[in-house]
C-alpha cells in the first residue's frame, strides 16, 4: 500500500514555528489529494488541511486558517505543512494521509473528513512554555 512519512515535529514555544514533511513513497493518482490530520491527546483524530494532487486547491479546518499553510514540492511528491503562531492547543500527532476527494459545487476537491487506509506512525508537535 502508499506508504507516506511525516516528520519535523518537535517542541516549541507557544508562538513559534515548526514545519512538517510528509514522503510520498509511490506517484499519486491525479485525482488523489493529501490531508494533514491532527489527534489532540484524548481527542478524535480531525483533518486540518488537505491539498488536491492535480492543481494544488487547498482547503483548512477554520482552527488553523491563516496560522498553517499547505503546499507541495511539486504534484505526487513531498507535501509541507507550515505552522506558525502555535498555541497549547496545537499539541497532538499530526498524520498525513491520502484524503477524501470529490466533486462539488466548486469542482474537483479534497474534504477534511478524517478518514484513510494510509494512516501511519505520525509525528509528535508539543507546544508548552
Known amino acids: 500500500q502508499l506508504q507516506l512519512v511525516e516528520s519535523g515535529g518537535g517542541l516549541v514555544q507557544p508562538g513559534g514555528s515548526l514545519r512538517l514533511s510528509c514522503v510520498v513513497t509511490e506517484p499519486l493518482p491525479d485525482l488523489s489529494s493529501i490531508g494533514w490530520f491532527h489527534q489532540a491527546p484524548g481527542k478524535e483524530r480531525k483533518g486540518i488541511s488537505c491539498?488536491?494532487?492535480?492543481?494544488?486547491?487547498?482547503k483548512y479546518a477554520d482552527s488553523v486558517k491563516g496560522r498553517f499553510t499547505i503546499s507541495r514540492d511539486s504534484p505526487g511528491t513531498t507535501v509541507y505543512l507550515q505552522m506558525n503562531s502555535l498555541v497549547t492547543e496545537d499539541t497532538g500527532v499530526y498524520y498525513c494521509?491520502?484524503?477524501?476527494?470529490?466533486?462539488?459545487?466548486?469542482?474537483?476537491?479534497?474534504?477534511?473528513?478524517?478518514?484513510?487506509?494510509?494512516w501511519g506512525q505520525g509525528t509528535q508537535v508539543t507546544v508548552s512554555s
Open positions: 491539498i488536491t494532487t492535480r492543481d494544488g486547491k487547498q
Open positions: 494521509a491520502r484524503s477524501v476527494t470529490g466533486y462539488g459545487l466548486s469542482g474537483y476537491e479534497c474534504y477534511l473528513t478524517p478518514k484513510s487506509h494510509d
